[in-house]
């Protein structure tokens, strides 16, 4: 078997012969050079499955090498050699398409980690790497317009390459399913995907949660524990909502990300860690930043490249794919038939502006699977608030028209809102019902005047034993 080749590009000799001993240590055939000039040469000679080389170079810098093995070479993953805490340097080679960056001094365990990685992706791409591994999800991803062309095109890019990836949409549009994709087709797939909701964890609880703890550091700290970073370990750290993140926490994460290193409370030393980072939020990153309540340096970190999901009402047409795949999936957990929509249904949905998008479609045919009679859905059992329907009316918003005030129902008062008014009310309607019936299910919803199967949903929804 022909061994793999790598080439070093580094005007110093120190690092040249460091990663010279390292690499051929790992059954790798290197080259190395000092200069651009030399690299190019070298490069015209032979193709290599990996390239290491400095930010800067006597004859020019290292974004010539990155820029000129994309056009000829598009297959070499380069990773940058920067000089310690130079981040603007790394986050300009990953955005112009290193694969990856080393800093100076050189971690040997980290650079052994990177290169597995790096030829791994290699080895991927000549075999025609980059489809969703079957199973995955990429059979999850659905819709046929063009904006969905272009996320499942940019998810292929992306899975490539280790650079940050900051993935914008609103509430619902499937930022989590679109970082798992980014992960199950990139070079790290068969490592752990860890995902974690950022607003979800205590204040208190971050710096625990994110870098782990050693026993003994803080009251009822009674064993070592395992942070997220650690275990992501080769695998790829998703950071939900990450604008909840309190201040003091994203000065710690900066570092972390910086260093390729983590510390436990109460640990002495630093644990280098092997993850790539993915990050999403609804809300508006850049605004936060002027407002002063998310870092600067950290957004330019982890938003080295974004990628936009699209929300639903601006993919209509993906609407009809959609139900049709949520239904089946609804009737393979229950056992029930796959529920057909009516062409009112259709309509109905079609004409509809999802502000929950992705999410609310999946419940809107979820409540309208248990309120339809057999497994036809027309379009009053999908129940869709009239306020955001897109069709005409006088009483409706118009975009660039002030929308009038809604009335509000004298008995909702304060306390509760609209929907736990309505919701009291059912659940008095459906005790009431089982008490006259004896707590014959069966009875109480002919009493009710709905299905079973409605009533069933009804006493999950309110809690009702």
Known sequence: ??????????????????????????????DAVGTVAEARRALTDRSYDLCFTDMRLP???????????????????????????????????????????????????????LVRTAL??????????????????????????????????????????QAPVYIAGESGVGKELVARLIHEQGPR????????????????LMESEFFGHRKGS??????????????????????????ELPLHMQVKLLRAIQEKAVRPIGGREEIPVDVRILSATHKNLGALVEQGQFRQDLFYRINVIELRVPPLRERRGDVPLLSSFILKALAGKSGDSVGQLSQAARDALEGYDFPGNVRELENILERAMAMCDGNSIDAPDLMLPQRNARAASPDLPVPGREAPAAPQPAAAGADGGLDDYISNIERTAIVKALEESR?????????????????RYKLKKLGID
């Not at 001993?21 to 290197?30: K, N, P």
């Not at 070499?76 to 920067?82: E, H, K």
């Open 1 to 30: 078997m022909t061994a793999q080749t790598v080439l070093v590009i580094d005007d110093e000799r120190d690092i040249r012969e460091l990663l010279t001993i390292t690499l051929g240590r790992m059954d790798l055939q290197v």
């Open 120 to 161: 791994r992706l290699a080895e991927e791409k000549r075999n025609g790497g980059g489809a969703a591994k079957a199973g995955g999800s990429g059979e999850r991803l659905i819709g046929d317009s063009t904006a969905m062309q272009q996320v499942r095109a940019t998810i292929s890019k992306l899975a490539r390459n």
């Open 218 to 243: 803080f009251t009822g700290a009674s064993a070592d524990k395992e942070g997220l970073f650690q275990s992501a370990q080769g695998g790829t750290l998703f950071l939900d909502e990450v604008a």
């Open 59 to 113: 004859d020019g810098n290292g974004q010539e090498i990155i820029e000129l093995i994309a056009e000829t070479c598009p297959d070499t993953p380069v990773a940058m050699i920067t000089a310690y805490g130079n981040v603007d340097a790394a986050v300009n080679a990953l955005k112009a398409g290193a694969f990856d960056f080393v800093s100076k001094p050189v971690d040997i365990q980290m650079l052994r980690g």
């Open 439 to 455: 707590y014959n299910k069966t009875a109480a919803a002919r009493k009710l005047g709905i299905t079973f199967r409605a009533l």
């Open 189 to 204: 797939a068969s490592g752990p995907f860890v995902p974690v909701n950022c607003g979800a964890i205590p204040s208190e």
